[in-house]
């Protein structure tokens, strides 16, 4: 089973899932996207594989999970998909557990938006992440089977790293999936260090005393660029303080 809201990843996986002789038993989504949705109904194996929608605050969530433990599911597999969503029930439903994909070299930047931080935080090295979940209580927190490393350039922004992600995804899956066929746990396991917890909420600083998505003019240059492009192509688009102008291109030259 794969819950995401991506359809680049859905393929992504699909092709390595297919190619390895398994199959999808179910696709679970939380949003009602013309877009996804209409990938999966013009893919012809995709289409025959029933689609489910799981929203927030609906009664039928519980109902929705009780009927996934009778499609007798091997791995539940999770990416770019809402984690608050998740029901406790989840860690028993597959007999290979549930794995997810992570945006960072965890246990680096767990929890939401993690490429954001960091973009924002001008770092140069980031990566991938397929780990365990031993708990929905600590879904960040499980072994790791598999990371590869990417590098950061300057005027990288949210969709150029995420094609550099899934260009290592393939290789990762394929590595992933041989070590939980084999019953292999993941023989990494994270430190439970401060320095390594992601930020309250998500947010892209600790910063709440003003709005994320107003430049503050007085920062230098690489940290307003660092802010735009953390949120470039997000409802989040960075906006000049004084005028509601979108700044759309930007470029960091030394």
Known sequence: AIFTN???LL????????????DISCIITSQYNHEFNHSIYHDEELKQIPLINIQYNNRKNKLI??????????????IDYPLELLDTSLITLASLGIVHVQDSLLPKYRGPNATRHVLYNNETITG???????????????????QRQV????????HTLWKKYLSKMEEMWIEALAKLIGHEIGKLQQQ????????????LNYDTSHDINRIEWSKTALQIHNQIRAL?????????KIQHYQIQK???EI
């Open 6 to 8: 991506n359809k680049d």
């Open 11 to 22: 393929f992504n996986i699909k092709s390595v899932l297919y190619s390895h002789g398994h």
């Open 65 to 78: 999970y009780k009927v996934l433990y009778n499609l007798d599911i091997d791995l539940c597999i999770l």
């Open 128 to 146: 991938l992440t397929i780990h365990r979940i031993k708990s929905i209580d600590q879904i960040m927190s499980g072994p790791i089977l598999v």
């Open 151 to 158: 590098n950061v350039d300057v005027n990288d922004n949210y």
């Open 192 to 203: 439970n260090v401060d320095i390594f917890k992601s930020y309250p909420n998500g947010a």
């Open 232 to 240: 470039y192509g997000t409802s989040l688009n960075a906006t000049a």
């Open 250 to 252: 930007r470029q960091f």
